[in-house]
């Protein structure tokens, strides 16, 4: 990737951070924390690497992607609105009566959602079937899921993980938001799932690990997760919880809370400034 294909996408990724907060301001509620630290992530994949097409958002043969940290949300939501799947304008609309865009994404009421999510571990777990029904039919499609830190505490991710592994989808990429927060403190004080990569590659699985908002590192471990050995591929990303947002950054109350007034403009201006920022050195080549 050269580098004025990261600068786009660091770009992009900043213009999704202002569609999260904007979102949750909007709201009044929502989890801009694990929002943010993915979004780098989930920028990567609809602008780089996934197969979709937003004029058409059931394709039969596009890549799929399972939120199944979906309290991450609003990320999702602000990536496939940069992406086409509906209007930017419409991120003002997350959490209210009658918004397409609710707190955990509907596969029924948003395009671009594969999944509905939100109950922890299950999406791993759909993530694993749509694997499976994509091998069995020999289509050529990848399935992606993004899972939390904290989300891994859960035994039915473990399940899922052997069911994966035992059938050999080495077309299922797990990504891990090791952000290392979660709702009630970090997630070793809580219930420590550590070490994170030695307990996938004893499920049988291929173990990369990254920094979450470097895209070059994601250029290279995606490209991995490509070459099929008959395991699937669990990419372990370090991130920074509210990563872009000063005063959130790896400050675990800003998990589920929704700024102020202040607080937003405060935010907003951060990342306006990182955008001009991003745009002057496109701008000076």
């Known amino acids: ?61 596009r890549d799929r992607f399972v939120l199944s940290k979906g309290h991450a949300a609003p990320a999702l939501y602000a990536v496939l609105a940069l992406r086409g799947f509906f209007p930017e304008e419409e991120l003002k609309t997350l959490r209210k009566n009658g918004s397409r865009l609710q707190g955990h994404p509907s596969m029924r009421l948003c395009p671009g959602v594969d999944m509905s999510t939100g109950s922890l571990g299950q999406g791993f777990s759909a993530a694993g079937g749509m694997a499976l029904g994509a091998k069995l039919a020999g289509r050529d499609i990848t399935t992606y899921a993004l899972l939390g830190d904290g989300e891994i505490q859960e035994g039915q991710v473990w399940e899922a993980a052997m069911f994966a592994a035992a059938k050999g989808l080495d077309r299922l990429v797990a990504i891990v938001d090791n952000n290392d927060l979660q709702i009630d403190g970090t997630v070793g004080e809580v219930n420590s799932p550590y070490p994170i990569n030695e ?87």
Not at 22 to 30: C, D, L, P, R, T
Not at 34 to 43: E, F, K, N, P, Y
Not at 51 to 57: E, F, L, Y
């Open 1 to 61: 990737m050269d580098q004025s294909r990261k600068l786009e996408l660091k770009r992009l990724a900043c213009r999704a951070r202002m569609g999260i907060v904007e979102g949750v301001y909007q709201a009044k509620s929502g989890h801009p924390g694990g929002s943010l630290s993915a979004v780098d992530l989930l920028t990567y994949l609809y602008f780089e690497r996934m197969r979709v097409d937003p004029a058409n958002p059931k394709w039969e043969d």
């Open 199 to 285: 307990k996938f590659a004893a499920f049988g699985w291929n173990v990369l690990e990254i920094c979450a908002h470097c895209f070059t590192e994601m250029e290279e471990a995606f490209r991995r997760a490509s070459e099929r050995n008959g395991k699937p591929t669990a990419i372990i990303m370090k991130s920074v919880k509210g990563k872009g947002v000063s005063f959130m950054e790896n400050q675990v109350g800003w998990h589920g809370v929704a700024p102020n007034a202040e607080q937003y403009a405060q935010a907003m201006a951060e990342l306006e400034a990182r955008l001009a920022e991003l745009e002057g050195r496109a701008q000076n080549g």
